[in-house]
């Protein structure tokens, strides 16, 4: 079967993590094709490499603008060819065959070859990768490159998400060596400076196979609040914020349309409060029900977002194909929490420690848990780090109580299938549900499987989710051109411009 334009469900995983810093930029200069764009975010990368705990804010950098995949997910959520021209694929669903764009270079001035390709794929699959992906591509068998321009790739079994998951696969080349320091992509910018709690700049690549960028380069600022991230657009130091984080910052904004645009999308990053379903108290699913039931989530996306955002009942945000109202499950009742405590062998309550990243607007929501839950006679110990902390502290040594987090990616409710996420949760047939889903031969099947999974890791409570996010980014007037979706917190920025 030949395709050559793709639209697949899928599954995915994406953890957000963000290091904010920062930002001494003066704003954008000139207009039109020279105009440098000064973008505004929090999400200062970790490194520069998505394979090495880059985090949440590498993927807005660099996904598309400096990297590229064989595929790309586009705003609208659909996934098209962009380093692969076209594929095969076998008739029972167990081999892919890519062939490659013809005059790709890499930044370096080296031509993309299929070696390249196998190299990248299998550094996502690497037993030392920390690629929120490696799970997702763990049904790679092997890799073959018959000639420079094709890859077969063999897969232990099928998986409908396989193309899906290819766009989040960065194609560097085979002999790239520290990518968490230096880049080498195919996209249509190279790296200018990255300044650690400050700025990372990109510069328009001449060598570009596409179209060339409508702008002469980008300026991405960090900074450590929202407060001042929406002051850097007030003063004009920043002509686009990627997605501002709270009501009051936004007020401002809508209160001048004639100097703002606001443009909301559709989210799909969820506020976790993520238990530690593996070890400690909340391997109780009694103790899990009863938090969640003593949570009245309405009042505190009021308290964090005002009007905005959205009660979501679980990991499946509604652009999901597997979407279910489930906010009724475990739904706010403090007399039903305290009958849970009970139950769970705490009727005089008890104590956690909710390690809370330091940035917004995680403070606040775990300072609404801690008078919430104290009604019903749980105490919580906040304990902020940092988001280099939470990621080696919770991430990698799943070393903590309860959580808070933002999980920005849609179709990534198969993570609760994984016991060895830093969730810990565990149930045989979640797991069987979501592989069946995967190697389902329609997304019919896939959505039915994927439903069913949902409404059991409801049910055990296995997080607490929070709200949605409202999906929203403001810009000064004369800027147009970038993506309001922010599906896997990507920010495209080639097509940005300043008139």
Not at 251 to 257: I, L
Not at 306 to 322: A, F, I, L, Q, R
Not at 383 to 400: G, L, M, R
Request: proline content about 4%; hydrophobic content about 35%; some cysteine.
């Amino acid at each position: 079967m030949k395709t050559r334009i793709v639209a697949l469900a899928a599954s995915g995983i994406a953890l957000s993590l963000a290091l904010a810093g920062c930002s001494s930029s003066n704003g954008g200069s000139s207009s039109g094709a020279d105009a440098t764009v000064a973008i505004g975010s929090l999400y200062e990368p970790t490194n520069l490499s998505n394979v090495d705990g880059g985090g949440q804010g590498i993927n807005e950098a660099f996904q598309d603008n400096v990297y590229e995949g064989l595929f790309r997910l586009g705003d609208d959520g659909d996934v098209t060819p962009l380093l692969a021209t076209s594929y095969d694929t076998s008739s029972d669903g167990l081999t892919y065959t890519f062939t490659l764009r013809d005059g790709v270079e890499f930044h370096s001035g080296a031509e993309l070859t299929s070696a390249d390709v196998k190299s990248s794929i299998e550094r996502v699959t690497a037993e030392d990768s920390q690629s929120s992906r490696k799970s997702s591509l763990a049904v790679v068998d092997s890799i073959e490159t018959p000639d420079d321009d094709t890859v077969v790739v063999h897969l232990s079994e099928r998986s409908i998400s396989f193309v899906y998951n290819l766009s989040y696969v960065w194609i560097v080349p085979a002999d790239a060596q520290d990518l968490k320091t230096e880049e080498d992509g195919t996209g249509p910018y190279t790296l200018g400076e990255f300044k650690r709690g400050s700025s990372l700049t990109l510069e328009p690549f001449d060598g570009y196979w596409g179209e060339e960028p409508e702008n002469g380069g980008v300026e991405f600022d960090y900074f450590t609040s929202a407060s001042t991230l929406s002051n850097a657009l007030a003063s004009g130091r920043v002509d686009v914020i990627t997605s501002i984080q709270s009501p009051d910052a936004l007020s401002r904004f809508t209160a001048d349309e004639a100097k703002y645009t606001v443009s909301e999308g559709d989210s799909t990053t969820k506020e976790l409060l993520a238990f530690n379903d593996a070890e400690g108290p909340f391997t109780d699913v009694k103790l899990r029900q009863a938090i969640s039931a003593a949570i009245d989530r309405e009042a505190l996306l009021q308290a964090i977002w005002g009007d905005y955002g959205t009660v979501n009942g679980s990991m499946v945000p509604p652009t999901d194909p597997w979407y279910q109202d489930l906010t009724s499950v475990n739904a706010y009742d403090p007399a039903k929490a305290e009958d849970l405590l009970a139950e769970a062998g705490h009727a005089d309550g008890f104590s956690f420690t909710l390690d809370t990243p330091s940035y917004d607007p995680h403070p606040a929501v775990a300072q609404y848990l801690q008078s919430a839950l104290r009604k019903v006679g749980v105490t919580v110990e906040i304990n902020t780090i940092s988001a280099d902390e939470w990621y080696s502290k919770v991430y990698q040594q799943h070393d903590f109580e309860a959580t808070l987090q933002e999980h920005v990616n849609d179709r990534d409710v198969v993570f609760y299938g994984d016991p060895d996420f830093y969730f810990g949760y565990d149930d045989a047939g979640v797991q069987q549900a979501i592989a069946d889903a995967e190697r389902a031969e329609s997304e019919d099947q896939q959505t039915e499987l994927l439903e069913q999974a949902n409404e059991q890791i409801v049910q055990d409570a296995a997080s607490a989710w929070l709200y949605l996010y409202p999906q929203i980014v403001v810009s000064d007037k004369d800027v147009t051109g970038y993506w309001k979706n922010g599906l896997n917190s990507q920010f495209p920025v080639s097509g940005i411009t300043v008139s």
